[in-house]
């Protein structure tokens, strides 16, 4: 489970995770995921579902739109 | 597997396909998705994948941004 889209996208969550300087281990409290699965997620390895993208923008303080938007602009 | 998150998608997704005059097996066409998973999408039954969400996005004629957005403007 590895592909251009996904890595993309882990690249964007990295972004906005280091512009709030939170670890990965912090954003993973926020959101109520396992630490591992946000380090997963920025290396392109898993494929979150919509709610799950959902909790994850809420962590990152943006709407899932703009975490959308950011992948499109690349 | 249902939620208001999943039912204000699936609501919008419908929305977009209904702009496009596209039924919901051509939908499914231009997406390689089963029929019965855009029905199921559009009642707020399934929490579609990231990958998901490009495709349809990509069926739909809009990027996952918009689709994302007009979640956000209900």
Redesign the interface.
């Known amino acids: 489970m590895e592909n251009q889209?996904?890595i993309t996208?882990g690249n964007k969550i990295k972004y906005f995770r280091i512009e709030l300087s939170l670890s990965q281990e912090a954003l993973a409290f926020k959101c109520n995921f396992d630490r591992t699965y946000i380090s997963l997620l920025e290396r392109g390895k898993r494929?979150?579902?919509?709610?799950n993208?959902?909790k994850l923008s809420k962590g990152l303080e943006i709407?899932?739109?703009?975490l959308?938007?950011s992948?499109?602009e690349v």
């Open positions: 889209e996904l996208l494929n979150p579902s919509y709610k993208l959902l709407p899932l739109s703009q959308c938007k992948t499109e």
